[in-house]
């Protein structure tokens, strides 16, 4: 499963078993989170201030300020720090690190639209022959946000590979911070002591020292542990099963639904790894497998891959699963194509542990050929409590079950009426995950029973 870095529902994932614990670990990291922001926005009111600009520009000051602090957090927030995103999930932080950039990002441009309508004789003009070297950077720091914002937002439309789209997403975002740095540090307008100065340099540079632990340390750890391939196995519906195993001693512990970030073809400093799920279960160690469906960059050659060849494994993350949830009476999961990976992962890993508990799998394809693991559920099925229900979109002549697509109806005639306990895992297109959602919330299922995710590339 092809993994993106958003979740459709934002919902803290517990980890902790007592309640109160349940909450002190998200809540530590909310009010770091915070923290960070706020720390350099206060510093700036302590001891001299600027005067004589009035209310509206210093509050212009404040918008661009605030909006580059939440820039500089953004680089913490996709750090891939374990222990903070736990949690969470990790495509959790990532759903939020996408929203917060278009906060920040609308702040910054607020902060340049009131200078300009407040006071353009003292903005200037933005020819770089005429401005002050300061103002200039701040343009350019400015335009490398927009870039970031447009080539994101836009990132299909405009056809941008999606590997030079995150060595671009790179490259700019550290330029706006070091642009947008320099900027303020040559306007002066608020910071008139080195120790304010010094503290919005370090929080410059810290964003910056994150990046090269994510792209250069990290990856260079990475290097040093290497993976193998050892099988590449053709499933249904143009997806294929991927299967690696380690080079090194060090033991490689995860959860049935989580997902890693898979460097094939070349190493990891080379910037092309890819999110995806697991298919294999962590209760049949040595191994792991992912199953990908060819869909296009990197995935559209997933088939040419050979045994022998080397893989790196950056993982595991995410907080999608069944063992996040020990109390659950029962489960459901419903699941769209290749969704079903991540979801095979956790079929597995009841099976093999001889779960009793009753199971219900929706299962979304468009033809019969081609549902992924078709054989292996009916085997699964003889071991759990498993009922699988089918729904096709195009289905063959004589087709007695259910058809279209996997809508409140069907929903209802086939779960029981004590499922009050039970936890839904939903993975799929997200249309499909929406209508899902829906149908659930219309059958009074809570949203802290929903846990949703989405295969597809951010």
């Known amino acids: 499963m092809i993994r993106t870095h958003r979740r459709r529902r934002l919902a803290i994932k517990p980890i902790a078993a007592s309640p ?135 990132r299909k439309q405009l056809r941008i590979d999606y590997d030079v789209w995150r060595r671009m997403h790179t490259v700019l975002a550290v330029l706006g911070i070091a642009f947008a740095l320099l900027h303020i540090l040559g306007s002066a307008s608020y910071l008139l002591t080195p120790f304010k100065r010094g503290l919005w340099i370090t929080l410059a540079l810290s964003a910056i020292a994150l990046v090269v632990h994510v792209r250069v340390i990290r990856p260079w750890w990475l290097q040093r542990h290497p993976w193998r391939v050892t099988e590449i196995r053709q499933e249904r519906g143009r997806s294929w099963t991927v299967a690696v195993e380690p080079q090194h001693a060090a033991a490689f512990h995860y959860e049935p639904g989580q997902f890693s970030w898979l460097s094939l073809r070349a190493s990891p400093l080379a910037m092309r790894e890819h999110p995806f799920s697991f298919s294999s279960s962590p209760t049949r160690p040595g191994r792991l497998e992912f199953t990908i469906k060819a869909l296009g960059d990197f995935t559209a050659t997933i088939g040419d891959l050979q045994p022998g060849m080397a893989a790196w494994v950056d993982g595991p993350y995410g907080a999608f699963g069944v063992d996040r949830h020990p109390d659950a009476t029962g489960h459901v999961f419903i699941a769209g194509g290749v969704g079903i990976a991540p979801i095979v992962s956790m079929l597995r890993a009841l099976a093999d542990r001889g779960d009793t508990r009753p199971l219900w799998l929706f299962y979304g394809n468009r033809r019969w050929e081609r549902i992924v693991f078709r054989e292996e559920l009916d085997v699964m099925a003889g071991h759990l409590d498993l009922h699988v229900v089918h729904v096709l979109g195009e289905p063959p002549d004589g087709w007695t079950g259910e058809r279209g697509f996997i809508t409140r109806e069907v929903l209802a005639r086939h779960l029981p009426a004590g499922r009050h306990g039970f936890h839904y895992f939903i993975c799929g297109p997200k249309p499909m995950i929406q209508l899902a959602e829906r149908s659930l919330r219309s059958l009074d299922v809570p949203a802290t029973r929903m846990h949703s995710e989405i295969f597809d590339l951010a």
């Open 20 to 154: 109160l614990g349940r909450w002190i670990q998200p809540g530590t990291w909310i009010a770091l989170y915070l923290a960070l922001i706020a720390l350099p926005l206060l510093v700036l009111l302590l001891g001299d201030r600027p005067g004589g600009g009035g209310f509206g520009w210093d509050f212009a000051l404040a918008l661009g300020y605030a909006g580059l602090a939440m820039m500089a957090v953004q680089f913490a927030l996709t750090a891939r720090f374990k222990r903070a995103t736990a949690p969470f999930g990790i495509d959790i932080i990532y759903y939020f690190h996408r929203y917060l950039a278009v906060i920040a990002f609308m702040l910054l441009l607020l902060h340049a639209a009131l200078l300009v309508a407040i006071r353009p004789e003292a903005v200037g003009s933005i020819d770089p022959r005429e401005a002050p070297a300061y103002m200039t950077l701040g343009w350019l720091a400015m335009l490398a946000f927009v870039s970031i914002m447009v080539t994101s937002l836009l």
